[in-house]
T-cell receptor, first 117, second 114 residues
């Protein structure tokens, strides 16, 4: 398997523009996570899905952020309108989803480096 | 809210040295603790996962221990190599916040000098 695939790798946009980040999880994984990494706050969970259904979006910072998972192999994270403080690395991760909650390894994509000017 | 702390923030050692990275967490009611490695410009790679009922896990030159009651974990790297240079992060999933909500430390940036 190619692992978790994210696109684009880098995104530079101007304030006010819409930004869409994309993720393809590992085939067969039931859980998909979106994280944001900044120097100030480290890694933070934004939202996660189980079997394409959003389970916990309490980490989504504002209504400007939205995420969808239309099928098991694709998810998007959208920011509209974007602001300079949204600049960060956004990671997508997936996990298998076994019956044992204590044994879930997380597999990360390479991330999207977002710069909002 | 669970808080995860990693000390030191950065560490530089000569090649061949054994080293220990530290992680502490405030809420001992956890499902598991994971150690990850992050290379510059890359995502995170899971190194070791210790379930709450376990004391340690080993993989090659890596050994991670867990003392849940004191809220501490260590990652031991034996015979360090330049290829071990990376940022190491620990993360815990808590009973209160759910198995799928990982709380990450800010990491220890390791440099192994040839």
């Amino acid at each position: 398997d190619a692992g978790v695939i994210q696109s684009p790798r880098h995104e530079v946009t101007e304030m006010g523009q819409e930004v869409t980040l994309r993720c393809k999880p590992i085939s067969g994984h039931d859980y998909l996570f979106w994280y944001r990494q900044t120097m100030m706050r480290g890694l933070e969970l934004l939202i996660y899905f189980n079997n394409n259904v959003p389970i916990d979006d309490s980490g989504m910072p504002e209504d400007r952020f939205s995420a969808k998972m239309p099928n098991a192999s694709f998810s998007t994270l959208k920011i509209q309108p974007s602001e300079p403080r949204d600049s960060a690395v956004y990671f997508c991760a997936s996990s298998l989803g076994t019956s044992s909650l204590a044994n879930e390894k997380l597999f990360f994509g390479s991330g999207t480096q977002l710069s909002v000017l | 809210k669970q808080e995860v702390t990693q000390i030191p923030a950065a560490l530089s050692v000569p090649e061949g040295e054994n080293l220990v990275l530290n992680c502490s967490f405030t809420d001992s009611a956890i499902y598991n603790l994971q150690w990850f490695r992050q290379d510059p410009g890359k995502g995170l790679t899971s190194l070791l996962l210790i379930q709450s009922s376990q004391r340690e896990q080993t993989s090659g030159r890596l050994n991670a221990s867990l003392d849940k009651s004191s809220g501490r974990s260590t990652l031991y790297i034996a015979a360090s190599q330049p290829g071990d240079s990376a940022t190491y992060l620990c993360a815990v999933s808590g009973v209160q916040t759910g198995a799928n909500n990982l709380f990450f430390g800010t990491g220890t940036r390791l440099t192994v000098i040839p």
